[in-house]
């Protein structure tokens, strides 16, 4: 196995590398050098791929140590917004005043179209997320499987590409430009089949309306009360942030419960629920909650209004 040139002497600050790889062995020859490289400058490493790729690296890094930690990206990161805050941030936050190696795969084949543009927004916005970070991060992407599509928003949103001929700048790292490009109206995804206007006065009603849906729709208990404290969530903000109120339609589709708000405020932050607030903070955590709750969360926003749509699976356990 020849290693790629993702090692090296630490660097201070943010280093965040887009890893194409075709095959096995590319896969470990990027990886692998990665972490033992880490180790050798006493640097914790998490390693966050889908399940398959996660055992082949473990099994080529070798013995146990507790400076590794391996996370199925599969579970952790299957809404793409849950990422950042509860995967990344909390490793380093982890382990606060240290430089820490990540390898994150948030992308794989497999996954679903509505899902793509929030992974390509999610590794986007790792580089304003960690700019002030002491981290390197690798992210592996399967070239050999992966549409052109989501290969090019990799190079948009990594300035550093990596791959069997080497190390280089990349020519078309935009992301600020990704992040734009990818809030646009969310695409129609099934007939809503109720709808509930909400204000102050009637936020009770949110959860009563939603949770009748959910029992509908046959979702587990321990979901139903994942979407009950999520869907209040949303409809205290628009209270709070919008002008009083918004409007919630509940659909169901083959694989979800699906529930969106509507409000006239405008989330002018691409990061709002994407990192966690500090213990001492006041208020910002809504959203972040959010994105730890759902197994998908979509965001259109403008200055003419919000619409968030939630996705919880009827087929699952709890999360």
């Given at each position: 196995?020849?290693?790629?040139?993702t090692?090296?002497?630490?660097?201070?600050?943010?280093?965040?590398?887009?890893?194409?790889?075709?095959d096995?062995?590319?896969?470990?020859a990027?990886?692998v050098?990665?972490?033992?490289?880490?180790?050798?400058?006493?640097?914790?490493?998490?390693?966050?791929?889908p399940a398959?790729?996660?055992?082949?690296?473990?099994?080529?890094?070798?013995?146990?140590d507790?400076?590794v930690r391996?996370v199925?990206?599969t579970?952790?990161g299957?809404?793409?917004?849950r990422?950042?805050?509860?995967?990344?941030q909390?490793?380093l936050d982890?382990?606060?005043?240290r430089?820490?190696?990540?390898?994150?795969?948030?992308?794989?084949?497999?996954?679903?179209e509505?899902?793509?543009?929030a992974?390509?927004?999610?590794?986007?916005?790792?580089?304003?997320?960690f700019?002030d970070?002491d981290?390197?991060?690798?992210?592996?992407y399967?070239?050999?499987?992966?549409?052109a599509?989501?290969?090019?928003?990799?190079?948009?949103?990594?300035?550093?590409?990596?791959?069997?001929?080497?190390?280089?700048?990349?020519?078309?790292f935009a992301p600020?430009?990704?992040?734009?490009?990818?809030?646009?109206?969310?695409?129609?995804?099934g007939?809503?089949?109720?709808?509930?206007?909400?204000?102050?006065?009637t936020?009770?009603?949110?959860?009563?309306?939603?949770t009748?849906h959910?029992?509908?729709?046959?979702?587990?208990?321990d979901?139903?009360?994942?979407?009950?404290i999520?869907?209040?969530?949303?409809?205290?903000?628009?209270?709070?942030?919008?002008?009083?109120?918004?409007?919630l339609?509940?659909?169901?589709t083959?694989?979800?419960?699906v529930?969106?708000f509507?409000?006239?405020?405008?989330?002018?932050?691409?990061?709002?629920?994407?990192?966690?607030?500090?213990?001492?903070?006041?208020?910002?955590?809504?959203?972040?909650?959010?994105?730890?709750?759902c197994?998908?969360?979509?965001?259109?926003?403008?200055?003419?209004?919000?619409?968030?749509?939630?996705?919880?699976?009827?087929?699952?356990?709890p999360?």
């Amino acid at each position: 196995m020849t290693p790629i040139g993702t090692t090296g002497p630490p660097a201070g600050g943010l280093v965040h590398e887009g890893l194409f790889y075709r095959d096995r062995e590319e896969l470990l020859a990027g990886t692998v050098p990665f972490v033992l490289d880490a180790l050798t400058h006493d640097e914790p490493v998490l390693v966050a791929t889908p399940a398959d790729r996660l055992g082949m690296i473990q099994a080529e890094v070798g013995a146990d140590d507790d400076r590794v930690r391996y996370v199925d990206m599969t579970q952790a990161g299957r809404n793409p917004g849950r990422i950042i805050p509860w995967v990344l941030q909390a490793f380093l936050d982890g382990h606060s005043g240290r430089r820490v190696r990540i390898i994150g795969e948030p992308v794989w084949p497999g996954r679903t179209e509505a899902e793509q543009p929030a992974c390509a927004q999610h590794e986007a916005l790792i580089n304003f997320a960690f700019a002030d970070r002491d981290v390197h991060i690798l992210c592996p992407y399967d070239a050999s499987r992966l549409s052109a599509g989501l290969l090019a928003d990799a190079c948009r949103t990594h300035p550093v590409l990596v791959d069997a001929v080497g190390r280089r700048p990349s020519p078309h790292f935009a992301p600020a430009q990704v992040v734009t490009e990818h809030n646009k109206p969310l695409a129609t995804a099934g007939e809503p089949v109720a709808l509930l206007r909400y204000d102050l006065n009637t936020l009770s009603d949110v959860r009563r309306f939603v949770t009748a849906h959910a029992r509908d729709a046959a979702l587990d208990p321990d979901r139903v009360a994942d979407l009950q404290i999520a869907v209040t969530e949303l409809a205290t903000n628009s209270i709070a942030h919008a002008s009083g109120g918004g409007l919630l339609h509940v659909w169901r589709t083959d694989e979800h419960l699906v529930c969106e708000f509507r409000d006239d405020g405008w989330l002018d932050d691409p990061l709002a629920g994407r990192l966690t607030p500090r213990h001492d903070g006041i208020g910002g955590r809504g959203l972040v909650i959010v994105h730890a709750l759902c197994d998908l969360v979509l965001v259109h926003s403008t200055p003419a209004g919000t619409t968030v749509r939630l996705h919880m699976r009827r087929d699952t356990g709890p999360a």
